[in-house]
T-cell receptor, first 118, second 111 residues
Framework: GAVVSQHPSRVICKSGTSVKIECRSLDFQATTMFWYRQFPKKSLMLMAT?????????EQGVEKDKFLINHASLTLSTLTVTSAHPEDSSFYICSARSPTQGAATEAFFGQGTRLTVV | QQQVKQSPQSLIVQKGGIPIINCAYE??????FPWYQQFPGKGPALLIAIRPDVSEKKEGRFTISFNKSAKQFSLHIMDSQPGDSATYFC??????????FGEGTQLTVNP
């Protein structure tokens, strides 16, 4: 399957600082990328949908000023957690899909980023 | 109507057993049903997927059974191994939509 690379895999930051997470589709062009948050022993919770060249669409309850998403190219989307607080500590996962051609297409996931805010 | 309900929440089997995980959906517009496997600290990995035009799909030891009329689909793992111990998520989507995930099933395969 296609490869989605997410970086970093782990990050520890101090309260009040910002952290950037990168998501790259390595062997296909992803017009749409998704950002998820996952709590322990829970399912993936969609935070936002990122479309190349346009503003991200955030799910209800997700603060867009806190979780800044940029999809500057067809292979790169970034999630910046601004002014991080301990409650932002979580597992963040990105996903990428190739352009839809008729039927729904496969989604490929990055390795995830474990964010710990101290 | 966007929900996908997954059961059981957790499952323990012995090596060689055949765990079965079930999912049910409501939205008849869904036309793509993948299963993902996730190990602790890792992102989900696509395991196998099915579309509604077939009732069964096999890839190695993994089989999806699909019942369109009942709006249900299930994952069977043949000859399960301890290395299959992971969390499994079913999902569904239709063209242009995001994936809707089930709640996940934590599978433990004992040696």
């Amino acid at each position: 399957g296609a490869v989605v690379s997410q970086h970093p895999s782990r990050v520890i930051c101090k309260s009040g600082t910002s952290v950037k997470i990168e998501c790259r589709s390595l062997d296909f062009q992803a017009t749409t990328m998704f950002w998820y948050r996952q709590f322990p022993k829970k399912s993936l919770m969609l935070m936002a949908t990122s479309n190349e060249g346009s503003k991200a669409t955030y799910e209800q309850g997700v603060e867009k000023d806190k979780f800044l998403i940029n999809h500057a190219s067809l292979t790169l989307s970034t999630l910046t957690v601004t002014s991080a607080h301990p409650e932002d500590s979580s597992f963040y996962i990105c996903s990428a899909r190739s352009p839809t051609q008729g039927a729904a297409t496969e989604a490929f996931f990055g390795q995830g980023t474990r964010l710990t805010v101290v | 109507q966007q929900q996908v309900k997954q059961s059981p929440q957790s499952l323990i089997v012995q090596k060689g057993g055949i765990p079965i995980i079930n999912c049910a959906y409501e939205n008849t517009a869904f036309d793509y049903f993948p299963w993902y496997q996730q190990f602790p600290g890792k992102g989900p990995a696509l395991l196998i997927a099915i579309r509604p035009d077939v009732s069964e799909k096999k890839e190695g030891r993994f089989t999806i059974s699909f019942n369109k009329s009942a709006k249900q689909f299930s994952l069977h793992i043949m000859d399960s191994q301890p290395g299959d111990s992971a969390t499994y998520f079913c999902a569904a989507s239709y063209p242009g939509s995001r994936l809707t995930f089930g709640e996940g099933t934590q599978l433990t395969v004992n040696p």
